[in-house]
């Protein structure tokens, strides 16, 4: 690493020439990053981050987004899953649902996907901010659930779940930027799986809370005092993440000038830039040639056809075991508890191994064996333990996979215009698999779910095939990379300081030589930047 003087006069030369410009601020106007507007000429060598320095501003990050995050995802799940306690409550029965009515249910809340896409693709070319959308995305979504404790027939709740649906679908797509504007590419993984584990906790926690609120007398149904409860709740946490989200690193009130300088140093290994607010057309055509969105695309899709019909049935498959309403709900918390350990089990075992694809295909392994064993497992009272049991255990394990396929595309993909596109893509596919996976488990396959449980094991089956090809695809790419910069007179062989830890990345970055990654902010995509890993 740098001795003290060398890494002091690299940050004195960034401070000197970090004056911001003022049309640097205007995102919309500038053709570069969003990080150049604190840099400003980011000509001089990347800085050399020590590891107190990263380790402080790390912290100081941590405290103030992922408290917040959390608590957005947190609520984002409880108010999606309360549509599967309902359904224990007696939902059907009093609000008349018939036929394929209460699949149509689950299914609808992820339709909204492509008006967010339409309005993702404004915000991209304008100057939207990130933490005030989120916060009036959620002020709209509290609404929008705390108005479902009126709704009493099939097309009352269908649109109150659609719009409930275009509130909520900013906001893991929205993550999956923040995630990649704010930590490296070592924290991005271990920072989406805490994220996503809010869905094993919600479970958890929703079933506490829907145990208490199934007892309380009142006018009310015990699924509408649920809608009512968590939808207040989540309009109060609104004005909470309009205080307190930041727009991106260079806006951020909590941080300094030179801690600002500092995060974005820090984000220089990822070779994926922050952001900018130019729409770029050759990222799209990029984009939609690329072999790597569509695998993407379809590993997200194989998951969430059977995760979605999964989410929407579980408490009706587990009732279908034998169980009455109250115990359903309480024996929901296990599924909670096995998706939390799976989720962030997997995202420590990614980040150490510094590879996603074993780690995913292990993940497939027990919902396979799973499904394939409750389509075997006798009926009667005799096997209720065993079915419940293998339910519970596989498939809480496929959620897990989620947030790894999130990171493994966001990490591989650089230039806004493209990650923007590429992120869309994905929850297309995502709002896809949920809405079909709903009418493959449909009510009148109760209590066998054959075709449900058949599909899951087919989608199970074509993952571990997308993640075999897409690794080999990868590797590919990097020798290509590889053989570039050698034909350009640079090092061949690169250590991809954005996985290392603290005390390692310096080292890392500096083994690289000092011109890597000078184009880190350039807003080039992964194929145009040789020095992409």
Not at 21 to 39: R, V
Not at 197 to 202: I, P, S
Request: contains cysteine.
């Amino acid at each position: 690493m740098n001795d003290e003087k060398t890494e002091s006069r690299h940050f004195e030369k960034t401070m000197s020439n970090s004056t911001v410009d003022p049309k640097a601020q205007d995102f919309g106007q500038s053709w570069g990053d969003a990080a150049q507007a604190i840099l400003g000429d980011h000509t001089h060598a990347p800085v050399i981050v020590s590891a107190e320095d990263n380790a402080r501003v790390l912290r100081k990050t941590d405290l103030w987004l992922l408290p917040v995050m959390l608590g957005i995802y947190f609520l984002q799940q409880l108010d999606k899953s309360t549509l599967a306690y309902a359904s224990v409550f007696n939902l059907s029965a009093n609000d008349h649902l018939v036929g394929y009515q209460y699949s149509a249910l689950g299914s609808v809340v992820y339709a909204g996907v492509s008006t967010h896409l339409r309005l993702s693709r404004r915000s991209c070319s304008s100057d939207s901010p990130v933490g005030r959308w989120l916060a009036f995305n959620i002020l709209a979504w509290g609404i929008t659930l705390s108005a479902m404790t009126s709704a009493n027939n099939f097309k009352t709740l269908v649109t109150a779940r659609f719009f409930l649906g275009l509130f909520e679908a900013t906001v893991a797509p929205t993550f999956v930027t923040i995630t990649a504007m704010w930590w490296r590419r070592r924290e991005q993984t271990q920072r989406t799986t805490l994220w996503y584990a809010m869905n094993g906790l919600t479970t958890v926690f929703g079933s506490i809370l829907s145990f208490g609120l199934g007892h309380i007398h009142s006018h009310l149904k015990p699924y509408q005092i649920i809608f009512l409860f968590t939808g207040l709740i989540t309009v109060a946490y609104s004005a909470v993440v309009y205080l307190v989200l930041p727009d991106s690193p260079t806006t951020a009130r909590f941080l300094t000038h030179e801690e600002k300088i500092l995060v974005v140093e820090r984000l220089r290994a990822n070779n994926t830039g922050t952001e900018t607010k130019t729409w770029k057309w050759a990222q799209v055509r990029e984009c939609l040639f690329d072999p790597k969105t569509w695998f993407w695309f379809c590993m997200i899709f194989c998951i969430s056809v059977p995760s979605g019909g999964i989410s929407t049935f579980g408490p009706l498959i587990v009732q279908s075991f034998g169980f009455n309403q109250l115990n359903t709900i309480l024996l929901q918390m296990p599924f909670g508890a096995i998706q939390i350990i799976a989720t962030l089990g997997g995202g420590y075992a990614a980040m150490h191994l510094k590879l996603k694809y074993p780690v995913l295909i292990g993940l497939t392994l027990p919902p396979i064996a799973g499904a394939a064993a409750l389509l075997h497992i006798p009926r009667g009272a005799t096997h209720k333990g065993a079915r419940c049991l293998v339910h519970i255990i596989s498939s809480r394990s496929t959620p897990a996979s989620r947030p790894l396929i999130y990171t493994w595309s966001s990490q591989n993909t650089a230039g806004h215009t493209k990650k923007t596109l590429t992120t869309g893509i994905l929850f297309v596919g995502q709002s896809a698999g949920n809405i079909l996976g709903p009418f493959l488990y449909t009510t009148d396959q109760a209590p066998v779910y054959k075709k449900g449980l058949t599909s899951s094991l087919a989608c199970f089956a074509l993952l571990t095939c997308f993640f075999i090809a897409a690794a080999a695809h990868l590797a590919l790419l990097n020798r290509s990379h590889a053989a570039r910069r050698v034909a350009m007179g640079k090092t061949g062989d690169l250590v991809d300081a954005s996985l290392e830890d603290a005390k390692n990345a310096g080292a890392a970055q500096e083994a690289n030589g000092a011109q890597f990654a000078v184009n880190a902010f350039d807003d080039l995509t992964d194929k145009a930047n040789e020095d992409f890993i």
